[in-house]
């Protein structure tokens, strides 16, 4: 494919998550960086689903509507490379645009076995070892450039809400571990090891064994409120009590989509919301490393509330998204 998203799009069905998001297979002479934000230092795809549309409108003359969706077209959103197929020609391709560009790579690695408890992103690898072979491929794309990798979302809030089977726990964790490991060798890469959001598990303290049995201790921290609608403040908070009981580990948020806040009652596709705090790494907390986009503002998060397959690119969603938003 010529460009980074248009097979990215194809590939969405593939990796899910309540409110995932994948990536494809890339040419790396397709991958050019964008024109970076002063405030953020991560590397924005010229080719993301926005991106697209925003051309497609153009064409049909819905100029309006695509100068909105500028808005999620000229931030950073972490790509989620297919659980279904090597990883690294997604990753490498990523890297090597960022590292020309002096920029950092958002990625999320999303392919734990019994991954989403068999709910709209059930999938993952089919065990340990495909697991591991996997992971392998993505970390030894990610090379010497600049990366961040949100690990597994999910996947440990699921083990304390009792989701995920109990005889799947230890090598789950086990897993979790050995991915930091591996990821860390990378000489640039930062990793952060989801740990769900507010609304999910209430007291942050039931996360801190799992967290540590998952080894968040050799991670650079927790990501917090991947794919979810909860504010900053209220997540902020909840991060920094999560950091406290954590010896002060780092944190980072996903802001992607949580402008207004969550709608009470409902995660799926939400109608309503908008744009939250754009990436950044000035936050104005300590602890907290970054608000970043994570979940890719206007993929669906399942077949809910009209949504397309959880994951795919939904248009006026986004613009809905966009338009909500708060300021320019």
Known sequence: MPRLTQTLAALTLLTLI?????TPDLDEASVAGASPDANSPFWVDPASPAADQIELWRREGRTADAALLRKIADQPAALWPAGEIDPAPTVRAATAAAKAADRTALFVAYNIPHRDCGQHSAGG???ADTYRDWIGKFADALGDAKALVVLEPDAVAHIVDGCTPGEYHAEREQLLGEAIDRLKRQPHTK????????SWIKDPGELVEPLKRAGVEQADGFSLNVSNFQTDDVTKKYGVRLSGELGGKHFVIDSSRNGNGPL???WCNPPGRALGTRPTTKTDEPALDAYLWVKRPGESDGTCEGGPNAGQWW?????????????S
């Open 18 to 22: 309540t409110a995932c998001s994948p």
């Open 125 to 127: 690898a089919a065990d």
């Open 191 to 198: 990793v952060y090891l989801d740990a769900g959001n507010p």
């Open 264 to 266: 009470p009652g409902a």
């Open 315 to 327: 248009p006026e969603y986004a613009l809905g998204l966009a338009r909500n938003a708060q300021g």
